[in-house]
């Protein structure tokens, strides 16, 4: 485990770690005021579960006290301050960055001083001091590169002293910390890049930054590019209120970012404290670390600076990093983590995924001289989205839409109502449509294996099904040839994933596929947004809208006496979450028991969360853990034994980070591999077993 562990409901316990940012109230070149506000926020950090809070730069002092650092009175002041919140921190696991003016020697330092449990760890002086424009604190300070000792004498204690401290925790696997101050952050080659390539995983920048217009857009950009950079958590506070307005306004702003996304901020211009908490996720920046080579590679590079930094341990006991079980997770967790909810992103999205299938779809057909395709359209959902690409890429090429051959072969369980819809679709596009009745080739067939049901008997075994889909697909290619065209799969990623199609002479196989990387669940909301568009004709629309109100159905077999037709979810489980599922293993190779939890996070309360807008109110589900547990292991147990179907998957093009199977792109496994260590672990991580 990540961690020594045994609670599930704990984030603790599934590689996520809570940080804090703090944004006290203060009163300018008043210490003792800034430590009482400072050590009330500690203490509410610390029961909010934090590992680590920071505050801003010269928070004991305030920053804007300009030529009164120098003032031996302010220095004993701030000396006594920070003697306050080490006094504070006693008793407390929680890691403690505060900013301070020190005097060491017969120089003046900026520094970050980082406390836990009324010891100083270590003392970090500011590297890079601004002086231009409104800065001139060369005019006080000295740099970090002035330092002559690795030791300071601080409070009556020997610490650390330099920018090359990494603080290591132990108890809270993956979490190592680096500090800098603020201008630190703004230069080509941030300190803490070299701390990211010796380990860090946590930056945090103690900063002042005073605000003008246009300067948080900046931060947040310069933040959340440099978290992505080094794949790190980064954490930056800033000064706020109370400081001086004489010549300048602060605005308070504080960031939490996690390789390049935004977790949590807070709100600018307030004049009350702040204390804004977020989980960051550890085990997610170790696997992009592990993954991302061209990261290690500048690890090897710059070894020798790696090797410098000198680790400093600190202790986390274990009943610190698991509070009760009713602390819960404070970061969103989309259900739907390949389909945006906010409308403007999953626009944008919908919009970029298509562009990919008609540009692949296009480069395709220039590239093989061809310039008709044959398609199976079914009046199903994957087929829909193959053939409005196949539409899209012949108007955007100037080919007419009857380029596009389109055929519907119904099979003994193929329903009226889905017939229609094909025809219906094939029509309204505009595309060359035709029938093809595969019962009587399929009937031959069937009497050649001396099946049961030639015989007249109600078998309708797996022989049964992929004798449909095989002479389909035979049909298919056959009638490429005939045509001079090539065959457009439709087969989805979810389906990939899960091994529902059938390999070879089946619906596994085709000359070009471009939904092999789309999710089932992002095929839905493409199909949505594409309606949204206004680009087709009324009567297209309504197709489209049946076809997405229908069951996802193979329609392989016939339905039974009660009328139920073929229910794919119902066999396999819900695409919703296996897509989930798919999406946090292959994507960051999280344990089971860690998917598990974030699934239950997203799903347990419908009520909760945000949902897309296309999702109508009947369609938005909850799942129990029972449930998620239940239909994971049934995906566990299919993706592992149907890795040879994606070994040997037509070309394609990839859409999303998360989204291929391809052997020649983002996946390759062993076709006989197990699948046990993985149920295994789920079983221990979510019943203790």
Known sequence: M??????????????????????????????????????????RAAAGGAAFVAFPELGLSAYSIDDLVQQDALLDASLDALESVRSATRGLSIVVAVGAPLAFGASLFNCAVVLQDGRILGVVPKSYLPNYREFY???????????????????????????????????IAGFTLHVEVCEDLWVPIPPSTWAALGGATVLANLSASNITTGKADYRRALCTAHSARCIAAHLYVS????????????????????????????ERFATDEQLVFADIDLDRLRQERMRTTSFQDQVGDFSDRARALRRIPFDVPAENTHPDESVELRRAVPRF?????????????????????VQGLTKRLRSSGIDRIVIGVSGGLDSTLALLVAVETMDRLALPRTN?????????????????????????????????????????????????????????????????????????????????????????????????????????????????SVPKTLIRHLVRWMIKS????????????????????????????DGQAQDTEAAIGPYELHDFFLYYLTRFGYRPSKIAYLAHVAWRDRTRGDWSDLIPPDGRHEYDLATIEGWLTVFLDRF??????????????????????????????????????????????????
């Open 137 to 171: 604190e060369q005019r006080y300070f000295a740099a970090a590169r002035d330092i002559v000792t690795d030791t300071v004498r601080l409070l009556g204690s020997d610490v650390p002293f330099g920018t090359d401290l990494l603080f290591e925790a132990r108890g």
């Open 534 to 561: 206004d680009r087709y004709s009324d009567e297209t629309s309504v197709v489209l809208g049946a076809i997405l109100d229908d069951v996802i159905s193979p329609e392989l077999v016939p339905a039974g006496a």
């Open 640 to 689: 592992m034994r149907n890795q040879f179907k994606r070994s040997a998957m037509p070309n394609g093009p990839k859409v999303g980070s998360g989204g291929s199977l391809s052997p020649r792109g983002d996946w390759r496994a062993p076709s006989d591999a197990s699948s046990a260590a993985w149920l295994d672990e789920l079983r221990r991580g979510v019943r203790g077993q």
């Open 2 to 43: 990540t961690s020594e562990t045994t609670t599930f409901d704990s984030p603790y316990s599934h590689g996520f770690a809570t940080v804090a940012v703090a944004v006290p109230s203060v009163r300018v070149a008043d210490p003792r005021f800034s430590a009482d506000q400072t050590n009330a926020l500690v203490r």
């Open 239 to 266: 000064a706020g209120f109370g400081e001086s307005t004489t010549d300048l306004a602060w605005d308070g702003d504080a960031l939490v970012t996690e390789n390049g996304t935004l977790l949590a901020r807070s």
């Open 404 to 516: 596009v051959l389109g055929y519907t072969m119904p099979g003994f369980a193929t329903g009226s109502a889905s017939l229609g819809r094909a025809h219906d679709l094939m029509r309204a596009l505009g595309v060359a449509a035709a029938e093809i009745d595969i019962r009587p080739s399929c009937l031959q067939m069937l009497k050649d294996l001396d099946h049961p049901y030639a015989r007249g008997e109600q078998v309708y075994d797996v022989t049964f099904e992929n004798v449909q889909a095989g002479e389909r697909t035979s049909h298919l290619f056959r009638l490429a040839n005939q045509q001079s065209a090539i065959v457009l799969g439709t087969g989805d990623l979810s389906e990939l994933a899960l091994g529902w199609c059938t390999y070879g002479v089946g619906d596994q196989m085709s000359h070009y596929n471009v939904n092999g």
């Open 337 to 357: 983590p390949y389909v945006p909810s906010d409308s403007a992103d999953r626009d944008a999205l919908c919009r970029e995924v298509e562009s990919i299938q």
